[in-house]
């Protein structure tokens, strides 16, 4: 069985997004959409109208679709009276009622269709002193009568301020979160991984020194020797906290078996980076048994290509590390060829870096306990990025854990 | 003078956001427009077409327009060969060098339409090795042939990923951001609050503790007086440290003339709190001279009124404050009337409770030192809400400055 | 075999922090201390003078700890010239060299100490030009004499600025940080958790909504019933959407098995409010059957006590929600006996809520993705809380793994 | 008149750190101490005693003291049964109560040590059912006995928590705050700077692009030309758009007079380095009159020398940027002469990277609205690092109104 319905839209629908919103409610719902009739204006001065035919197999999801239209300004051709239903209780609404949005509202009764007063969010709509007005749950008395549904109600939804040179203020669409369920983006993201290497492309890894500090280089390294990373791009703190762990079982003075230390006062990295250096490479240290696990030993054992680029900040550096940014962005480019899929975990810096020089068909997930790390890529150009904020640690342990069972 | 241009564009124009963008990118511009020709793509599977007519006064603004479209996926119309110019120098592109984007991108040489290499931000567009390739900026040769303008270029935009079952993650369009010229936001806020007063209607504000304890309640006093607060919501901890600085001149402990203190061990809050609550009423307190300065005092003076509504982690409370939350929502209500413009300082709490209630139609700022309170806000449906993140002592200072002239 | 060392300092020892940092670098290598002489300042002109007694049984956590005292001024008693050895390569410092602090610096030769030239961080101690310079590991030559050790190397540290009328920065002794293993915190907390159920205490948590949005629900719940949630604290939102979730499969309008949907424009949460409402308790709705899981189902099935406050933002409220927050408090006062444990989850306002009525007595551990919830309960009084910057979901879900199998 | 007291405390007062923090308190609050008689614990087992003479001019700041050192568990010596004032009206305690710990405590009465029930911050101690408990001031009923002031009260802290390997919590002692008075702190650096310029010494400033994008410009401008910035670290970002702002007008894109514009799709910066690139190096373009204005243009025309170290993310990059980074660090230490007092404003790349090349004995601000940066420069060593976390736009605008008169 198929449901159908039709609704309309009327304002500025096109330069002002809210056409766009309206199907991306349509599609998100599950729902299909043929647009039948789409009268646009021409200039910005003039509105749009645009009538929608929607089908869906399911009455519940389209009831809920629906309703979301509604509160989007978006309402259904053929209406009729809004129907009330009593309050079953002081501070009950009926089962069904219409929640109510911040909008200009209007409901119809006896045909005529009466202006909601003092709109305000998830109230309901009462008949009340002869009109209709919002009110709180808390405040509902029994019997009252209450809309139900969304027959009858028509939502008026304003243009939204267009950014012009009165205005300065930027809308804020969405946002990148924290507050989402971090296990299931570990399993899409396994899943992304999987679908790269079936379709023989390469994996390419952006990472900061946060991985180690924070317990995550045993997964990370278990990644690389399955076969998930295929390249890593990151700087000298990077690989130096990842050997200094290895050789002195600290990371930035902290032991990373005990969780305790002092945060300065170490100098273990410095002696972990003079110690490469005494032999030349990363690589001819792990050769030498200088360097016996961690990241950089089981990429250098799997022989898996890395590009470490300074900045100023850096101590040392280890022997691999570009010096010179300009020949480090060269050195980045040449190891772009077949990536398929970029993770970029804990870093700012290599992550724009990278973001930089990367096509936009490449995609590209980006993993910060910073939520400003993601925004801040994105706003530099790499549209495609998406946004995952969580635990570093915890983050490489789960998935690990989906990808080759659990490594700690 | 004016300038006119043909552009035209293809793919899911309108549910992937495309044509309301280009349209926004040209109104943003300054430059006016009229859709020439729209078939639009009836389902999700269909493509759309546009074309769009441009017009603007300023030759160099339309090229930043078409640059700018171009970079969007909006081509020009009427196209020709793209123009080579060699490059000067060594690392030194020719001046009205094409920047290229990381989206495909095509290079029109002798009629034929040559797909770009390595398509990457911010590169030329040079020929080299009987191709076309983008070349960093330091990797230029002097002589080779560089890209012009925006003619005979054309960009392809694949449409953004549309959140669907198969992915979970956010597109970020836009974030709330520190890094605006602050002075400005400020200027024109006061022209919000100019313009409100001006309409006859009332200015309310929504205050958090943390315009005491940056300075910034003088400023905020001097408002109440020059009549640019006709209403404050807040709750006990901003009423009890605007006291606590007028009685012992601290707050939260700290010497505010000085800045010095300890963060506990003080008491001075709670025995602000205990002496007011022995007059009965702030107002009271004030009348007994008990309190002589500070904001609560200027809007007890001003004959303003205020709903201070309790949270679970207050001390005392003062004796004005509403206890029971869903009363002094109620009270809240109450004061909406009239309400013209809105602006939230420094508190989540009670900024997102007056969103709550707050017709959409009534403008919002929203001022916080930190991005995340100003996205909450919109996420919890007061999308009118205007975000503005900086310091707030500092940015009352300002604002007080703009409207009353200095005041400290 | 027992390593022992004497050591001596001088300056504001006391006042100043100094010794009683001394003492916790010896204690925090492992090492025993004996003040051999403590000669006071009495005043804080005065300054004072120790010499303590170190012994520890390995000779290199010895050298270590020796090291780390001498980066902070505390310098052995007995000593000789330096002892210098050329570095092997360009670039290259021997090994076992001195690594420097940025404090002003001495260093013995043939008997005189040795001002060092420009102190700088990490740097290597160079003879050249006739005086000792730092050298950074890059710019060191092949066979300059760098100095290996602590011995004939006195560092002298300034006390640190004091808060007085004239500065108003404070001072950052520490930090509270996401860069720790965080596997390691868990497993940490699970054995606090062991133990408190193991001298017959109960367990306190406070949690906020994230825990549902973030997908942990399952997860708590599962600790509620294998006994290791004796009683909860929360607000409106926490219960709310934990029964949305179990009515809808939604939080907050996101559906939690795909991670998709719209932030607005849900209602689910105020529909899941009402239906409750019209049962007159969480429990009755959930004996009617109408909530049938996750975490308030949890607890009544469990029957542990719950306490939720409500807040002026709370749309509804659900019907065992207090309104008024002083008698939420009461409530929360009266569950506070024998609690032997808290664990505040991602809630600010009922975690500083809980810290202001909780015994500085109970241990107290702070979970939060943002690092700022963590400071500012500590900044309130809560002294002994314990800080773990993570992501929620990820965290229950190592919790309850830890403390009763995997339950996802 | 000198008000004289004598405390006295007893514990591991030591290596607790309870000693210096007691002295701190003293000296914090403007009085002068003694100490008679210290008994220092010579091992870690061991409890240290300490008898304190404290000397003050003002009573009532020696009271406040004496509260202040008794909620930290230093009790006076002498002392007498406490005094019990009867409420005097229901919900209000009387003046001077004593304002309780979540400490343990003991109240004195007929001469014996009562203990007090429920430990909880913020409440008065009441005589209620024959013992002495801690009651809320909402609860407390009018006519019940309430201790008065710090006399026959003995407050007993615990040790704070060791950094042990049984846990791997760190204790937060203090930290850096968004929530202090700025135009206060401003007014200081600004009396750092006019010090340093007196003693003859050289300010240095390490910035990063937000000076630009926040509208900061004009005001270090006027700085440079006043004399207050001697030599000026920084990167690529900063000198780009100071250009880019010059040249075009924008920022990143925005419109720096209006506010507005678009994140991406700007090249305006990519067109100000091609340009500067034509001339070599920034000071040529400036006498070539194609910069004319902002900060790189202030510094060249003042003769005051820039160091701009270049970082992987860098397009472009300007000319006198250095591309190695080692180098950099060299150019950067070269100019470290003579400089007796640094800021560092919205960077923590180039902040970092100054303060490890930094010796500790210059003084050294850190100002940026994340309060994160300022807490990594102290945790990498810079611990005399001073934090401001403010507005980047406001913050230079205000220090010039200072320096140099309002200047925007």
Known sequence: MTITEVVQMQGHLIDSGMLSRALDDILGAGADYEIQNLLFGKTKNDESTARIYISHPDQTAMNDLLVRLQ???VNPVETSDAELVPAPMDGVFPEGFH????????????????????PEMDCGLVLRDGGVTTVPMSDVEAGEPVVIGFLGVKVVVPPPPRPASESIFEFMNSVVSSEKPQALQVRQIADQMRDCKAAGKRILWVGGPAIVHTGGSPALSALVEAGYVDVLFGGNALATHDIEANMYGTSLGIDLSKGSGVEHGHENHIRAINRVRAHGTIAAAVEAGVITGGLMHALVKADKPFVLVGSVRDDGPLPDVYADVIEGQRAMRAELKDVGFAIMVATMLHAIATGNILPASVPLVCVDINPSTVTKLADRGSAQAQGVVTDIGLFLEQLAFELVGRTS
Chains 1, 2, 3, 4 share one sequence.
């Open 99 to 118: 929640s109510s949005t911040n909008f200009e509202t209007f409901v119809r009764l006896d045909g005529q269709w009466i202006s909601v007063q003092n």
């Open 71 to 73: 509160n989007h300004g």
